[in-house]
């Protein structure tokens, strides 16, 4: 999805544009998640670009991207650009003992707290 979205509609409401800006990235995003993934891959990752317009796109993360619609809107911005592009992911294993799962210590096992 490469996309200016405007935010100023002659004869809609603000809100309920930025809403509907909103709920169609979501609805782009799961249907992404349900095609099929090609072998060896074990979930769809995403490359994300936001910006005012295309030319000063920058990479953002996924998670962050309603945040930087919310500041565009709150700052009274007219459009704002969102660039998303899935790619097959491979997850990669955990070093052994290098964080605290949910207060249980991976080295010993112990519960914190306790």
């Not at 790619?87 to 519960?111: F, I, L, S, W, Y």
Request: hydrophobic share 40%; with cysteine.
């Amino acid at each position: 999805m490469r996309k200016t979205f405007q935010l100023h509609v002659e004869g809609k409401n603000r809100d309920r544009v930025l809403d509907a800006v909103k709920h169609e990235i979501r609805k782009y995003i799961k249907r992404e998640r349900r095609r099929d993934l090609p072998e060896g891959a074990d979930f769809w990752d995403f490359d994300c670009r936001f910006g005012r317009t295309k030319e000063d796109a920058a990479v953002a993360h996924l998670s962050a991207l309603t945040g930087l619609i919310n500041e565009v809107a709150a700052e009274g911005g007219a459009q704002f650009y969102v660039e998303i592009l899935a790619k097959p992911g491979k997850r990669q294993p955990r070093a052994a003992g290098a964080a605290e799962v949910h207060g249980v210590d991976a080295a010993d096992g112990d519960v914190e707290g306790a």
